[in-house]
């Protein structure tokens, strides 16, 4: 057998190749846009891509379906209740496919969305897709209704957990992504590992599952609904190639370079999100328009490269191109945190939390204000308005980098914390104990 995982470290998303290699066949599951990584594994499997299989209408990545069909000709294959504007062929609850001497048997698991199927390979492991993660379970709000949907993956996951302890689990997510919050940082397991530890399996009862899966605090991102569409909507084509460009007049420039460089030296409205930070992708979604003219400063064509792969990956298919070159006439001085504690003690800065509210309860400078970084674009120099020089901080300065970077195109007198956060925070901070709370 031929078996392949891939890996998207940006978004937490997983895909697979599986094969027969005496048959030099084999399918994919759950492919990502860019597609090339697929069919370099496939040649040197010595296998061709018969099928995709879609465990499900995924929201948080833009499938890479659309190019195998157009391309290649390959059929997709979906459950009926994802409602495809696009050919496929059906799959239902018990069907097999094969390909060459493996069987995959499709199991219809309802909950993170109502056409959610596993596939359980050779009768040995099994491809969970958005339903069971290690350590956690998919977030059930994203289709329909958090409630009905919980309900949905209360019963399938215990259908799961009727395979043997012996199965291999390979989820559609590992940790980093948005759909699952527990998430340990392997990327596979075993039924009986799950059955043991995994947090989501913990509850025994339908009501109490429920109450727990349902009230789901991650935030969802903005881009759910449009890669949703691009995905059940006709098939999407490859991208156009990104051009080096030497008029980025109009544009929201997105620099993906380190925040220290962009601190050194940036176009005049420029937004920082490092394609190195962690998340590049997902942060990205957050504070930007798909719609609007986006054009990328980077450090090379490479770095270019990738970045439009990241933000191709969640529906933002038309970028207008990149620079290496462009005019830096703004600089950002960045601050530590013993020089906050001397402004801060002359009551001469105002400093703004951009973490997330669960993270700010843990502990946060007192006085400060609090909006998530994500949010920071839609309020722009609303989010304080006291007048006072603002200095963004978050748990790294990975998120105050980018917070900093939207003000001061806002014109506000931002500095960001870029090398440490609250936890390097000497000073005293303030936790907020929720009732009901102990400890």
């Not at 409602?83 to 499709?106: H, K, T, Y």
């Not at 919050?181 to 009986?192: E, H, L, N, Y």
């Not at 920071?376 to 917070?403: D, F, L, Q």
Request: hydrophobic letters at 40%; one cysteine or more; proline letters at 6%.
């Amino acid at each position: 057998m031929v078996f392949r995982q891939f890996v998207d470290d940006d978004l937490g998303c997983a895909s697979y190749l599986i094969g027969d290699a005496g048959a030099g066949e084999a399918v994919l599951v759950d492919p990502a846009y860019a597609i090339d990584q697929y069919l370099e594994a496939a040649e040197r499997e010595r296998v061709r891509i018969v099928r995709v299989l879609e465990t499900h209408t995924h929201a948080d990545h833009v499938s890479g379906h659309g190019r195998f069909a157009l391309e290649h000709g390959v059929p997709v294959s979906v459950h009926p209740l994802a409602e495809p504007e696009f050919p496929f062929d059906p799959l239902a609850d018990a069907d097999e496919v094969r390909v060459g001497a493996v069987a995959i048997s499709v199991a219809h698991t309802p909950g993170h969305r109502p056409e959610h199927c596993a596939f359980v390979i050779d009768g040995s492991f099994v491809l969970t897709g958005d339903s069971m993660f290690v350590g956690d379970a998919a977030r059930p709000d994203l289709a329909v209704d958090a409630h009905e949907g919980a309900e949905g993956l209360f019963h399938s996951l215990r259908r799961l957990t009727q395979l043997p302890d012996a199965y291999e689990v390979f989820p559609g997510h590992v940790a980093g992504s948005l759909c699952g919050a527990a998430m340990r940082p392997d990327r596979s397991s075993t039924i009986g590992a799950e059955k043991r530890t995994n947090a989501a399996l913990t509850y025994d009862d339908l009501e109490t599952f429920v109450g727990a899966s349902a009230s789901v605090s991650t935030p969802r991102p903005p881009t759910t609904a449009r890669v949703v569409a691009l995905n059940r909507g006709p098939f999407v084509p490859a991208a156009a190639e990104l051009r080096l460009l030497t008029d980025y007049r109009g544009a929201t420039v997105l620099d993906v370079r380190a925040p220290d460089d962009h601190a050194a030296g940036h176009a005049a409205g420029a937004i920082s999100v490092p394609l190195d930070g962690g998340s590049f992708a997902t942060r990205s979604g957050f504070v930007l328009d798909p719609d609007e003219r986006i054009v990328l400063h980077a450090s090379t064509p490479e770095q270019a490269e990738r970045a439009a792969r990241g933000l191709r990956a969640i529906g933002f298919l038309e970028l207008a191109g990149y620079v290496t070159e462009i005019d830096a006439t703004e600089r950002t001085r960045p601050i530590e945190l013993r020089e906050l504690e001397h402004l801060l003690e002359k009551d001469a800065v105002t400093v703004l939390d951009v973490r997330e509210k669960d993270e700010r309860d843990t502990g946060y400078i007192p006085g400060s204000v609090h909006m998530p970084y994500r949010l920071v674009r839609a309020c722009g120099a609303g989010c304080v308005e006291n007048g006072k020089p603002v200095v963004t901080i978050c748990e790294s300065g990975a998120r105050a980098g980018i917070a900093a970077s939207i003000l001061a195109a806002a014109g506000v007198d931002a500095r960001p914390v870029l090398h440490g956060g609250i936890g390097d925070w000497d000073g005293h901070t303030v936790a907020f104990r929720r009732c009901g709370s102990s400890g």
